[in-house]
Nanobody, 128 residues
Framework: QVQLVESGGGSVQAGGSLRLSCAAS????????MGWFRQAPGKQREGVAA????????YYADSVKGRFTISQDYAKNTVYLQMNSLKPEDTAMYYC?????????????????????WGQGTQVTVSS
């Protein structure tokens, strides 16, 4: 079992930045891929970014490429999502997720079905 706790959400103006954190605890050795997902009201949950915990490879949705950066502190079992140049369209509940499977590639790494464990989410609101 893996427990995930997100933090760092909040309200920011368009063009601003936020840094989300995801702290993992429990059986952290079984997570091979960590991802960030978001869900806006009335929309499907979508993959934003993912990282291979062992190799460090990263994967991004086209909508955030160049603006968001996922990273990890392996020793602290913590994953981060640095969000720059935020847009109102980025407004959503952001969830951290962990998978006992490898990321493999962007399509798999950004798919909700690949993940076994989920955090409770942190709200990000971007105003114009």
């Amino acid at each position: 079992q893996v427990q995930l706790v997100e933090s760092g959400g909040g309200s920011v103006q368009a063009g601003g930045s936020l840094r989300l954190s995801c702290a993992a605890s429990g059986d952290t050795y079984i997570k091979y891929c960590m991802g960030w997902f978001r869900q806006a009201p009335g929309k499907q949950r979508e993959g934003v970014a993912a990282i291979s915990t062992g190799g460090g490879a990263t994967y991004y949705a086209d909508s955030v490429k160049g603006r968001f950066t996922i990273s990890q502190d392996y020793a602290k079992n913590t994953v981060y999502l640095q969000m720059n140049s935020l847009k109102p369209e980025d407004t959503a509940m952001y969830y951290c997720a962990a998978s006992s499977f490898f990321c493999l590639a962007t399509l798999q790494a950004l798919g909700v079905s690949r993940y076994n464990y989920w955090g409770q989410g942190t709200q990000v609101t971007v105003s114009s």
